[in-house]
């Protein structure tokens, strides 16, 4: 009897630090480094080849705005904390505008949706509406949580250098956009 009553504590202290290990997985916000670094690549190809429809009805290719710094911030019309940053990428496009970054706002709803929420939450950056595309575009970018908002910071070459899971703010973009726009910057100059 004494043996099963060790075999059931090993047992329960297995679960629990299984369970224990699953969890503090999913707090970390950022994906693994050799994660990032084996797909950069291929994330980078997938990324600039892919377009979607603006609110007028014209397909935008994402590599029109190769050589700026990217902010492309996938959201959705029913997600509250998306609408709470969009007043702030707002503030940031307009204060960022003339240094060489483009925020972009990818909603993962179809184009009728995103249209008429944009009518009552106008931003002053481009949005696009992807649907199931844009969160298959999230996902192969890093969000395999399908956690929205999900915000992918882009440098002037194409290349991811940050993912961000949930709401952002203007702090915290700054704190990754403002390097690289020093580094862009610089090399325009040459």
Known sequence: MQSYGR?????????LSG??????????????AKKVASTTSVDKNVLMNASFTDIN?????????RGKVIVLNFWATWCPPC???MPELSAMQEQYNNKNLIIIGLSTDD???????IKTAPVN??????DMEAMNLAETLGNNRGILPYTVIVDAN?????TFFGRVNQQLLEKTIIPLLHVSSSKEKQ
Request: glycine share 6%; no cysteine.
């Open 57 to 65: 009805g014209q397909q935008q290719a994402i590599k029109q705005w």
């Open 111 to 117: 184009l009728d949706k995103t249209k008429d929420f």
């Open 158 to 162: 194409g290349t991811i250098v940050k």
């Open 7 to 15: 075999l059931l504590i090993v047992l329960v202290l297995s679960v």
């Open 19 to 32: 369970w224990f290990l699953f969890h503090k997985t999913l707090e970390t916000n950022e994906p693994d």
């Open 83 to 85: 609408r709470e940053e």
């Open 125 to 130: 950056y481009p949005i696009l509406a992807g």
